[in-house]
């Protein structure tokens, strides 16, 4: 009987290397053709795992958690310095989808950084900043600015607690005067106090105190005095 010969399927010879070019696992350096280059692991081509990555235009490095080819987890952003051009911290900290996001550390400088939590690679949540003139915001934060309840206290001990609203003191707060020996508590709007009560606070101790103390307030209902002046403050910001 006849025998019937089928002919022998080949694969093109560029699905072979293809296959042998699939990134999956512990991989030795990878070179880009931009010269960026990354030693660690990979799941389908994609950076997955634990990872350094290194950048050729800047000479910056990261070293962390990867997942599906971005920076998710933990791990820490470095920088040359220009100088010495030794490695220096950059943020150290949790990341999400190639963003800041979570608990972390970024340095802005030697003597400015920032430890809180972050969202969408912005200070968003609680954090502390220590900034370079010396003082220090610690509080809510939303999208890189002051917002909700916070404390800065200046170099000179004077310090806000109180509300704020898109970098700016905004809401009910009270002003520390230490160096005068005052205290200011009152309604606040973009930075500027608007109504309030002024007093005395630890003016036998302060450094520079005013002149003459505060005299007492003579009105008979101070506190309705200065609750109607709040509320017309708030129906005009309405």
């Not at 072979?16 to 991989?27: F, H, S, V």
């Not at 430890?115 to 949540?125: D, F, I, Q």
């Not at 109180?162 to 003191?169: D, I, N, S, T, Y």
């Not at 520079?208 to 008979?220: C, D």
């Amino acid at each position: 009987m006849p025998i019937v010969k089928y002919p022998r399927t080949v694969e093109p010879l560029w699905t072979e290397w293809d296959r042998k070019a699939q990134k999956c696992g512990l991989r030795h350096t990878i070179y880009g053709v931009n010269r960026d280059h990354y030693t660690g692991e990979w799941l389908d081509n994609l950076k997955h795992g634990k990872g350094t990555q290194t950048w050729k235009s800047t000479g910056a490095i990261y070293n962390g958690d990867w997942k599906f080819g971005k920076r998710d987890g933990y791990g820490t952003y470095s920088i040359p310095d220009p100088v010495t051009k030794e490695y220096k911290k950059v943020y150290s900290g949790w990341w999400k989808n190639d963003k800041k996001c979570g608990y972390g550390i970024k340095f802005y400088s030697d003597m400015e950084y920032y430890e809180g939590e972050w969202s969408g690679g912005k200070r968003s949540g609680w954090g502390r900043m220590y900034y370079k003139d010396g003082s220090i915001y610690e509080g809510q934060w939303l999208e890189d600015q002051h917002s909700g309840q916070g404390m800065l206290r200046l170099t000179n001990e004077n310090r806000y607690e109180g509300m704020w609203k898109e970098g700016k003191k905004h809401g009910l707060g009270k002003f520390f005067y230490l160096n005068k020996g005052q205290l200011f508590e009152g309604f606040w709007v973009a930075d500027i106090p608007k109504c309030g009560t002024m007093i005395d606070f630890g003016r036998e101790e302060a450094p520079t105190p005013t002149q003459y103390p505060i005299p007492k307030i003579e009105l008979a209902n101070p506190d309705d005095v200065l609750e109607e002046a709040q509320a017309m403050l708030d129906d005009s910001q309405e």
